[in-house]
């Protein structure tokens, strides 16, 4: 099999059922990944995991090196990254505790390290980001879910804000109009470095809360939390059926 590596964001800092067989502390060009990269056994296949935000949870969206994480996934050697990753929901059937494997990004990031091809010796490179998600992985995710018996909304548009704040309600229905469903802070730029590393990159995104101004009131962490929790072992089965589909 392909090696496969996950990338737990808020709410999956460690792998459920994971047998970890090792742990790799790895310092790249870029600086210090997030975490030790840990290889384990899922289903008696090898994957890597590495936790975006630190374990524990310690590193804000914005300060995240995601060069580094991109740049040691690599060099361990893996090819397919399924990145999980918590989300608000814009669009309707985007209710806390739904799952999306979106197709689109639109970028609201700024200030991020967000490429490789930066030094003035490179080749001027242009990745081609028409299609930001592998759609082989994509849609091996969705058929994961089925044989998971989990519902999720099999595309969508992610819009990638910088945080680490949440978003003003006007800020959300502008990115209603510009056709946003989800809002997170991670997926960029960590998408478009894996593909300059030509490795294949698909999001589970879960959904964490309805995004500002969707519902009466604030948005509180304990609401986050608790829908997280249900998400993120929805995410894990996906995960599951996913290694289990492709073992086979
Ligand atoms: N906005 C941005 N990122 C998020 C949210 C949100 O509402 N929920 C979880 N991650």
Excluded at 5 to 15: D, H, S, V
Excluded at 184 to 208: C, F, Q, R, S
Aim: with cysteine; charged share 20%; hydrophobic share 40%.
């Amino acid at each position: 099999m392909t090696k496969l590596a996950i990338i737990g964001g808020t709410g999956l800092t460690q792998m459920p059922d994971l047998k970890i067989i090792k742990r790799d502390q790895i310092t790249t060009p870029y600086g210090s990944p997030s975490a030790e990269y840990i290889t384990g056994e899922l289903n008696h296949t090898e994957v890597v995991f590495l936790a975006r935000h630190g374990n524990p949870h310690s590193i804000p969206p914005h300060k995240i090196n995601y060069r580094a994480n991109i740049w040691g996934l690599k060099e361990l050697g893996v090819e397919e990254v399924i990145a999980v990753a918590a989300v608000g929901g814009i669009a309707e059937d985007m209710a806390p505790a739904h799952i999306a494997i979106p197709d689109q990004i639109i970028d609201y990031t700024y200030g991020r390290n967000h490429t490789f091809f930066e030094d003035d010796n490179d080749a001027v490179t242009h990745i081609d980001f028409t299609y930001p998600y592998s759609q082989k992985l994509r849609s091996r995710l969705i058929t994961a879910a089925a044989q998971a018996n989990i519902k999720i909304t099999p595309l969508g548009t992610y819009g990638c804000k910088q945080g680490p704040r949440l978003e003003t309600s006007a800020e959300i229905r502008r990115m209603e109009r510009d056709g946003c469903d989800l809002v997170g802070m991670t997926g960029m730029p960590e998408a478009a470095l894996a593909k300059e590393l030509n490795m294949d990159y698909a999001t589970i995104a879960v959904v964490a809360n309805w995004a500002a101004g969707k519902t009466e009131g604030e948005i509180t962490m304990a609401e986050i939390e608790q829908h997280l929790h249900k998400g993120m072992a929805n995410a894990a089965e996906i995960v599951k059926a996913f290694i289990a589909l492709s073992s086979n």
